[in-house]
């Protein structure tokens, strides 16, 4: 039980989301450019894409809160 809970930390992480829907979007667009490329037709590669943006969009407000909280703390330190 504590393995599966030490997974499950990790991967509800904002950086490992962020991480893996920058890794889909690449690969999507990687995927959909090489379709164009060729003939259009929908494919896999587009539901990748949406996926991946859809991870990266979840991950954005947590990552905007700790920059808000980062620099609260910052502007502490340089008035003290």
Do not use: C
């Amino acid at each position: 039980m504590n393995l599966l809970r030490m997974v499950r930390a990790q991967v509800e992480r904002p950086g490992f989301q962020l991480f893996l829907g920058v890794v889909l979007v690449g690969t999507g667009l990687w995927d959909s450019i090489e379709a164009l490329e060729a003939d259009f037709e929908v494919g896999s590669h587009h539901g990748v894409l949406v996926l991946g943006l859809v991870y990266v969009l979840k991950s954005l407000p947590d990552f905007v809160e700790g920059l808000s909280r980062l620099s609260d703390v910052a502007g502490r330190d340089g008035q003290g």
